[in-house]
């Protein structure tokens, strides 16, 4: 029984050190979302931080900050659902699609 336990251990701290090995490689990748037609661009990692919003100069209009308020808010989500989206497939990947939560 003690051998069980072992081999549970370790592919304890198998998966444990795949995980941390995905966590820096997920800080590298990049998502990208935009909207009103490509007027604002949100780029998020897999650490889910924006890294970067890009907006084009037609767009600002200091007589209708509400548009571009909701633009950048319309592309920061999407590109937060697709960072997440790639963080689950790439937990995917480690767990054989088991579902673990409190993992992420």
């Not at 998966?15 to 995905?22: E, N, R, T, V």
Request: proline share 2%; aromatic share 0%.
């Amino acid at each position: 029984m003690s051998k069980n336990i072992s081999g549970m251990l370790k592919q304890a701290q198998k998966l444990q050190a795949d995980m941390l090995k995905m966590q820096d490689e997920l800080g590298s990748k990049i998502v990208e979302s935009s909207s009103g037609g490509g007027m604002v661009t949100a780029r998020v990692n897999g650490k889910q931080e924006l890294i970067e919003i890009k907006i084009d100069k037609s767009v600002i209009n200091p007589d209708d900050a509400e548009m571009l308020q909701d633009l950048i808010i319309a592309s920061i989500n999407e590109a937060l659902n697709k960072s997440k989206d790639m963080v689950t497939g790439e937990m995917s990947k480690l767990t054989g699609g088991l579902n673990l939560p409190g993992l992420f």
